[in-house]
């Protein structure tokens, strides 16, 4: 499956926002501090790439409503803004609140592998793989982790099961000829990997 562009992700998130609040609160041009209102700003914010109003905003939200979705939202636009700190510290918040927030799992072990925090990156790899066994980048990105600090085995399996996935999405017949294309791109990048742990 293809990652949605940035832009595209937050069109239709601003849509969907927008949408759900004209149904449930049709004055909320007028109730200015309301979580929701301080919500809808962050992601214009964030659409104009002014990532420190954005974080107030979604800094305000979460003060009215400790919302999952106004969390997830300031994590990226910390993320964006490139203060790594402050967006880990949102997904782990994420994790504490509901340990079944998968995709706030991999975005911690991301971080924390741009860190340098293999061990930890793993550990949260680790949770994102439980709770999702069907996504290679997680493998693969494991595989990374365990290869920096040493464990060429774990890194061989990883890579192994990535493969295996990926193979499974090739022969489940993949819609599109791209997404075909780059499942086989990335199968050839871990195929490489793999042989260069020299096992």
Known sequence: MKIMRPCLYLAIVVGVVIMVAGCTNP??????DTAMTHYIRGIQY?????????????????ALDPNLAY????????????????????YIRITSINPDYVSAYASAARLYATQGKYQDAITYYTKAI?????EYAWFEARGDAYRAVGNKGSSADDYRTALSIIDGGRTAGTSAYVEKTDLINKQREIEQKLKNLGL
């Open 27 to 32: 004055q909320m041009g007028v109730q200015n």
């Open 46 to 62: 964030t659409a104009q790439h002014n990532y420190d109003d954005a974080i107030a905003e979604y800094t305000s939200a979460i």
């Open 71 to 90: 969390i997830d939202s300031r994590a990226t636009s910390c993320y964006l803004k490139g203060d790594y700190n402050c967006a880990l510290s949102d």
């Open 130 to 134: 439980q709770l999702r066994s069907s």
